[in-house]
């Protein structure tokens, strides 16, 4: 079991940056893929970046490449999404998102491919 808390949102103006953060109790964080996500009012859950459990691998959706970077420090149990260049579209309730991996290269796409959650942050861009 593990516990996911994420921190870091708030009220930016377009073109500007944000970092999220989002902490994992428990002492097996290494041996968890996790994934970032978000959801826009009235839209359906997106999933935007995705990391392995080593870091060695990640995964961006083509909406955020280039402007936002996934990361994770397993010695403090969390990990990092840095979104720069920020527009009006970002705004959405950002989770992040933790399954145990075996491979430790391995890099998880979905909802469906995670089983614990945050509870999320928001994050509000305006024009």
């Known amino acids: 079991q593990v516990q996911l808390v994420e921190s870091g949102g708030g009220l930016v103006q377009a073109g500007g940056s944000l970092k999220l953060s989002c902490v994992a109790s428990g002492r097996t964080f290494s041996s968890y893929a996790m994934g970032w996500f978000r959801r826009a009012t009235g839209k359906e859950r997106e999933d935007i970046a995705a990391?392995?459990?080593?870091?060695?691998?990640?995964y961006y959706a083509d909406s955020v490449k280039g402007r936002f970077t996934i990361s994770r420090d397993n010695a403090k149990n969390t990990v990092y999404l840095q979104m720069n260049s920020l527009k009006p579209e970002d705004t959405a309730v950002y989770y992040c998102?933790?399954?145990?991996?075996?491979?430790?290269?391995?890099?998880?796409?979905?909802?469906?491919?995670?089983?614990?959650w945050g509870q999320g942050t928001q994050v509000t861009v305006s024009s």
């Open positions: 990391i392995s459990r080593s870091g060695g691998s990640t």
């Open positions: 998102a933790a399954r145990q991996a075996y491979y430790s290269d391995a890099v998880y796409r979905g909802g469906t491919e995670y089983n614990y």
